[in-house]
């Protein structure tokens, strides 16, 4: 779909505050770091390293269903400047940083030494956490500049995650909400199942790319304009730097947290498209990628601290459309809650089928033939 999809006309412009409101990203991104300062603070405080899973895991969710949806829409007469906007991009840049003092300070802290029952939920609240990272490359990697696309590969090689952008600039957004993706779940599969195909599918299909790009142009696949390695490398780099300061005690929670930074996107990429389907055309090819098949959700709280992550639905529609500028539409199919409720919901599937299984059958009309059933 072009860029000319407009909002509903029911949309109302979008309130002032919200251009200040994306400022909470930052102490948002350093909830970790501060629980290490308690912890360090507090003379060895150990439940303090629960602060980030009950942060992101019980906070933001309340948060979420105490203060509701946000369905305003920025005014498509103000599009232009909007998008130009530089502040936007520099919140995105100053944070980071700060993600990666997270990670630092985290691998810090369980090197140190933890008890079991506060090692790992600070062990996975932390990976979470820096799957926050991949976000904020998944908005840069979209732009067209220079710089942002440099930044957006510092923050892949700070996760270990190189090959994001490249898979889901060429393969995920033309082959979204169709059994050929392999980030797109399908009708009654678990986050444990498409987590075996969307991992190992997102690296070959990443690696396929760049390898067809460099071929192209007469490159050596292996050589040092491969965009994937050069990521790689500087995950190489900043683990090499950690283990010669914290010792081989490090590597095993570097590669952990790693996991789960990749682990936290798929289960984002989960409930993004789960069930949906584009149809096929008589000609064989796919109808274009609609608003309505993608999940959407307005919670105010988890979108302005995901960068309007969830307003996924005009994304897909529209993918250079800045995050600032993301729009609400009426009659999407919508989430019950925020990522983070969703992420929590889609790890019982039990639970995750009886809330949307309903959803997505309803989204068909009653026509499964109409899902995503791989």
């Known amino acids: 779909m072009s860029d000319t999809v407009m909002a509903s006309e029911a949309a109302v412009p979008i309130r002032a505050p919200r251009r200040h409101l994306f400022l909470l990203g930052l102490p948002y991104a350093v909830v970790p770091s501060v629980s290490v300062g308690l912890y360090y603070g507090l003379g060895g405080a150990d439940w303090t390293a629960l602060i980030p899973f009950a942060f992101f895991f019980m906070l933001i969710p309340l948060a979420d269903a105490v203060i509701g949806e946000d369905v305003t829409s920025p005014p498509e007469t103000d599009y232009d400047a909007l998008a130009k906007d530089r502040y936007y991009t520099w919140l995105i840049l100053a944070a980071v940083p700060l993600y990666f003092l997270n990670f630092v ?42 710089f942002d696309r440099l930044m957006a590969k510092i923050s892949l090689g700070m996760v270990g995650y190189g090959h994001f952008c490249i898979e889901h600039n060429r393969g995920h957004h033309v082959k979204v909400a169709t059994p050929e993706d ?123 601290l995901s960068i309007n992550l969830q307003r996924h639905s005009d994304h897909h529609a529209n993918p250079m459309r800045p995050y600032q500028c993301l729009r609400n539409f009426e009659e999407l199919p919508r989430l019950p809650s925020g990522y983070p409720g969703c992420i929590s919901l889609s790890l019982v599937p039990p639970l995750w089928f009886r809330v949307m299984n309903p959803k997505v059958l309803a989204w068909a009309g009653g026509d499964r033939s109409k899902l995503n059933r791989g």
Not at 113 to 125: E, T
Not at 197 to 203: E, S, V, Y
Not at 222 to 247: C, D, H, R
């Open 105 to 146: 300070l985290g691998i810090m802290l369980l090197v140190d030494g933890l008890p079991f029952w506060a090692a790992v939920p600070f062990l996975y609240a932390l990976g979470v956490t820096s799957g926050q990272a991949i976000v904020y490359a998944h908005e840069l990697g979209h732009r067209t500049g220079a």
């Open 182 to 304: 392999c980030s797109s779940a399908r009708f009654g599969e678990t986050v444990y199942a498409f987590a075996l195909r969307d991992l190992p599918g997102a690296f070959i299909g990443g690696w396929k790319q760049e390898s067809r790009r460099l071929k192209n142009r007469g490159e050596a696949v292996f050589g040092p304009k491969n965009e994937i390695l050069q990521s790689y490398a500087l995950t190489v780099l900043i683990a090499g730097v950690m283990v010669a300061w914290l010792g081989w005690k490090a590597l095993p929670f570097i590669l952990v947290h790693h996991f789960l930074a990749f682990f936290a996107l798929t289960m984002v990429n989960y409930i993004e498209h789960y069930g949906l389907l584009r149809q096929k055309k008589e000609n064989g090819r796919y109808e274009p990628c609609q608003p309505h098949h993608s999940w959407n959700t307005n919670h105010a709280v988890s979108n302005i």
